[in-house]
């Protein structure tokens, strides 16, 4: 993916975002965040996450808001601004480009799997908090991200060729699924003191614009990454549940 482009998961990020906002939310708003605090806000992407931070420590707090991506930073900054005490730069996670000890808390949401060198992501976020501040990262599970009502045969069949698909895309697949292992890749990157809380949502018909846009976009996009893993049948049956 180029850093001038837009990636291909972008409108499934976005829709994702729309539907679950309340849930995302509350957990910004259950973070260990006051007012005043410095926050870094790293692979902001579409900025997502930034205002709801903003939101956490007005009036005199600061959000730094930091993507790799042009792409990404410009659909970010044409939202309606958080704060006046928050602002959107272009740097790489791997070296940011600030002092030790800067923020008092920095949050990664969604964006260790896509990085090459997880550990060494986290001990870059560690350096630039204070001591005694808070590194947080929100994860999911791709193999787990949707769990739907749907036959069990259907529901092996697509997990298998989900994992063949990461596998064919990545020589190491294992980072598709980072969020079940973060308190190890905490641990190897010296973050040992660390707490892990387990948040789901649920949705049940009849659903909200926003849902049925993200249940659409993830099984299309779904339906694309696993359509070459499947056999005939499998994907005969897919097919039909997913629609045109």
Known sequence: MSAEALPDYEPVLAAYHAAFAPELRRMIGALPLKRGDRVLDVACGDGAYTPWLAERVQPDGLVVALDISPAYLAVARRKPAPSKRAGYIAAALERLPFAEGTFDFAWCAQSL???????????????????????????????????????????????????????????????????????????TAGLVACRRRTWASDRQAPLEDAEKAFLHAYLHDLRDRVADHLGREARAALDALVGG
Do not use: C, N, T
Request: aromatic residues 10%; proline residues 9%.
């Open 113 to 187: 799997f896509s990085l090459p060198e997880p550990v060494a992501a986290l001990q870059q976020m560690a350096r630039v908090v204070r001591p005694g501040g808070f590194v947080a990262v929100l994860e999911d599970d791709a193999l787990h991200q949707l769990l739907l009502p749907w036959p069990i045969e259907i529901e092996l069949a697509v997990r298998a060729a989900e994992l063949a698909a990461f596998a064919a895309e990545s020589p190491r697949p294992r980072k598709y699924y980072v969020g079940r292992h973060l308190r190890q890749v905490f641990e």
